[in-house]
């Protein structure tokens, strides 16, 4: 998805080296604090609607920047057929981004979104702040649904 000269985005960085000053640019542009560790930029967010708040957590892959998003709730056992039913019903309907449930035989599962982009593409700042403000608000709808039709 490289962006060859003269093109929407030719003017962009590259995503793979400047991704963690593209997630800090964003974040300050909205006065968002960042924690970040060796691996990942993490920031986050009230969700006013589900008395709650989102944590996305920025990192990558060799290929893909990853977007993790999760409201930081874990699951009881009893809950978890729900929780696959409202990954199975999202995942249809919206897709972005995609929700499954994590960490399923592990002692604490939870419902988490996920946003994938390739490193190897271009962005501008205004055209990553736009994408990462997507993600976040269709992450927001998804946590909200979650907690008002699925009671998760």
Known sequence: MRHSEGTPGSDGRDLGVQWRSLVHGW??????????????????FDLADAG????VRFMTTTKLLVAFMTDGRFLRGDQLAT???????WNTEQLVPMLSVWDVRGPRPCIAGVCTLPLDCRMNQPEFDSLAGDWVEQAR???VRCHQVFQL
């Open 52 to 55: 709650r708040a989102v944590t």
């Open 141 to 143: 709808q998804m946590f």
């Open 83 to 89: 929780a696959a039913a409202a990954a199975n019903a």
């Open 27 to 44: 974040a300050a542009g909205r006065h968002l604090h960042c924690e970040e560790d060796t691996v990942s930029v993490s920031l986050r």
